[in-house]
């Protein structure tokens, strides 16, 4: 019994510390969150501003649909879940619609780097565009890789 007073007590103490002292705004995604750190840099204190991406509200837990897995040994914070969503239309390809956690680029200052977060955090599509006409009506820019010529 005294194990289960010390343990509410703390549970308090996390909770107040961590989302404040008005109990009926607690709510999961002030322990539980998810943050978007890179492998390499991601924990050196001066590159960890350039290289990680933004540190959101989870959902969910390793037994929900919108699976959200911490180590409760640790923390709350997100260790495992959901990098890529697709709804796929198998009669019409172009109606498919998929999502990434962060973007389309790993490169560190394109603006496709971290561009589909809110809309995986919002649990939001984008159309994914399967044919060659469809892509080149949506198509942002052209990208020619050409290797070079050797003399």
Same mark, same amino acid.
């Given at each position: 019994?005294?194990?289960?007073?010390?343990?509410?007590?703390?549970?308090?103490?996390?909770?107040?510390?961590?989302?404040?002292?008005? =109990?009926?705004?607690?709510?999961?995604?002030?322990?539980?969150?998810?943050?978007?750190?890179?492998?390499?840099?991601?924990?050196?204190?001066?590159?960890?501003?350039?290289?990680?991406?933004?540190?959101?509200?989870? @959902?969910?837990? @390793?037994?929900?649909?919108?699976?959200?897995?911490?180590?409760?040994?640790?923390?709350?914070?997100?260790?495992?879940?959901?990098?890529?969503?697709? =709804?796929?239309?198998?009669?019409?390809?172009?109606?498919?619609?998929?999502?990434?956690?962060?973007?389309?680029?790993?490169?560190?200052?394109?603006?496709?780097?971290?561009?589909?977060?809110?809309?995986?955090?919002?649990?939001?599509?984008?159309?994914?565009?399967?044919?060659?006409?469809?892509?080149?009506?949506?198509?942002?820019?052209?990208?020619?890789?050409?290797?070079?010529?050797?003399?």
């Amino acid at each position: 019994m005294i194990l289960c007073v010390a343990a509410c007590g703390d549970a308090v103490d996390l909770l107040s510390k961590q989302c404040g002292g008005n =109990i009926a705004g607690w709510q999961w995604g002030c322990v539980h969150t998810v943050s978007f750190k890179h492998s390499a840099f991601g924990g050196i204190p001066v590159l960890s501003m350039i290289f990680n991406g933004p540190t959101l509200q989870a @959902r969910g837990d @390793r037994f929900t649909v919108d699976a959200g897995a911490f180590n409760a040994s640790q923390t709350f914070e997100m260790v495992h879940g959901s990098s890529q969503r697709l =709804i796929v239309d198998l009669s019409n390809l172009n109606n498919s619609l998929g999502i990434l956690t962060t973007g389309q680029s790993e490169q560190i200052f394109s603006p496709h780097r971290f561009d589909m977060v809110q809309k995986w955090q919002n649990v939001e599509y984008d159309p994914l565009l399967f044919t060659q006409e469809t892509a080149q009506a949506n198509a942002e820019g052209l990208l020619m890789l050409v290797p070079p010529v050797r003399k």
